[in-house]
T-cell receptor, first 114, second 111 residues
Framework: EAGVTQSPRYAVLQEGQAVSFWCDPI?????LYWYQQPRDQGPQLLVY????????NSQLPSDRFSAVRPKGTNSTLKIQSAKQGDTATYLC????????????FGHGTKLSVL | GEQVEQRPPHLSVREGDSAIIICTYT??????FSWYKQEAGAGLQLLMS?????DRKEEQGLTVLLNKKDKRLSLNLTAAHPGDSAVYFC??????????FGSGTKLTVEP
């Protein structure tokens, strides 16, 4: 079974530039999460979907961040105008929403904003 | 919302010693508790999880203790070896939909 796939693995931007991160969850997983992990900190939830619907995006900075999952499979997280404070690893995770199912994480995209 | 504190931030032990990491949480409705391992350049790997009706769970050299009265969760690596060197995170959830992570403990196991 393939794991959660993310691309790119690394991104380096100047402030003000835009970037998109892509996630392919495990087949059959209806729930998908995007977490932000700043250096030397734990992951913090940005947004999560069940199928194509956004369930919780309350922690997503809506002025610059957006996330979609149009067909309930792959997802894209976009930063419109990056700031240095966005420097972090962006983790995607997926889950089949059944009792006792576990969460699987991708390797993440490491973003550096100069 | 849920606040999770994890300590220590850094832990160094000798091979064969035990290593204990502790997390405290604030929401008494928290029902799901887990520990993850993150090796350099790799994703988060689930080590063990327990529900709130479990006080103690042992598995392959790892012991998780849950003290609901004190809202404290601990991970004990008995007889650590160099391959255990990594960053460890606790993660808790009220409804299993959203995980709240601790800030991580960088464990170094010296031969």
């Amino acid at each position: 079974e393939a794991g959660v796939t993310q691309s790119p693995r690394y991104a380096v931007l100047q402030e003000g530039q835009a970037v998109s991160f892509w996630c392919d969850p495990i087949s059959g997983h209806d729930t998908l999460y995007w977490y932000q992990q700043p250096r030397d900190q734990g992951p913090q939830l940005l947004v999560y979907f069940r199928d194509e619907a956004v369930i919780d995006n309350s922690q997503l900075p809506s002025d610059r961040f957006s996330a979609v999952r149009p067909k309930g499979t792959n997802s894209t997280l976009k930063i419109q105008s990056a700031k240095q404070g966005d420097t972090a690893t962006y983790l995607c995770a997926s889950l089949r929403d059944r009792l006792n199912e576990r969460l699987f994480f991708g390797h993440g995209t490491k973003l550096s904003v100069l | 919302g849920e606040q999770v504190e994890q300590r220590p931030p850094h832990l160094s032990v000798r091979e064969g010693d035990s290593a204990i990491i502790i997390c405290t949480y604030t929401d008494s409705a928290t029902a799901y508790f887990s520990w993850y391992k993150q090796e350099a350049g790799a994703g988060l790997q689930l080590l063990m999880s327990v529900l709130s009706n479990v006080d103690r769970k042992e598995e392959q050299g790892l012991t998780v203790l849950l003290n609901k009265k004190d809202k404290r969760l601990s991970l004990n690596l008995t007889a650590a070896h160099p391959g255990d060197s990594a960053v460890y995170f606790c993660a808790v959830s009220v409804n299993y939909n959203v995980l709240y992570f601790g800030s991580g403990t960088k464990l170094t196991v010296e031969p």
